[in-house]
């Protein structure tokens, strides 16, 4: 026994073209807005999970950091993570909070140039494209800044500037 389609009214009052195309047109649609929404998340940027105390402590970074980094505007990723900042555009400055230890810091990188602002140690490490990566030593949580080539006159400037943020909301 067969079951007889029945197409709705409204649709039968279309011309035939229009009633051919609405399905396809419908799908393209629905297709373009899921592929739209995927891909405004930004895929270079690796979003930290850290857990417990460290989490608090970058949401309350979060909160504090700055909405313009030496003249660039913050422009974070979406979707929006309380540990993940971004400052410029192209070539832009990102800040995690909650990293890993770096692996590095067990090796020969060890002894790389570390400098210290206002209590603050910036392990830093040279990066292939000719930026810099500085991850904090010796606090509660790890937070990393990369800084490519051309985001800043000097590249240690970015992590200076962001290291009152960091004392007051990442305990040492």
Same mark, same amino acid.
Not at 2 to 21: D, K, N, S
Not at 90 to 112: F, I, K, M, N, Q
Not at 125 to 137: I, M, P
């Given at each position: ?13 279309? #011309?035939?073209? %229009? ?11 629905? %297709? %373009?807005?899921?592929? !739209? ?25 979060? !909160?504090?950091? #700055? ?20 400052? !410029? !555009? ?15 810091? $067990? ?7 570390? #400098? ?12 292939? $494209? ?12 790890? %937070? ?12 240690? $400037? ?15």
């Amino acid at each position: 026994m067969a079951r007889e389609l029945r197409i709705p009214e409204a649709l039968t009052a279309l #011309p035939a073209p %229009v009633r051919w195309l609405a399905l396809p047109v419908v799908l393209t649609c629905t %297709v %373009v807005a899921l592929v !739209g929404s995927w891909s405004s998340a930004d895929p270079d940027i690796q979003v930290p999970q850290p857990s417990g105390r460290a989490a608090d402590y970058c949401r309350a970074l979060a !909160g504090a950091l #700055p909405q313009e980094l030496l003249g660039r505007p913050r422009e974070d990723p979406s979707p929006a993570s309380p540990y993940v900042a971004v400052w !410029g !555009g192209s070539p832009r400055t990102v800040l995690r909070c909650g990293v890993d230890r770096p692996e590095e810091l $067990d090796g020969p990188h060890a002894e790389d140039w570390s #400098p210290t602002v206002d209590g603050v140690t910036w392990w830093s490490q040279k990066l292939s $494209d000719g930026g810099y990566r500085f991850v904090t030593t010796m606090r509660a949580a790890y %937070v990393e800044v990369t800084v490519p080539a051309g985001a800043a006159q000097n590249p240690f $400037d970015p992590a200076a500037a962001l290291t009152p943020e960091v004392k007051a909301n990442i305990p040492g």
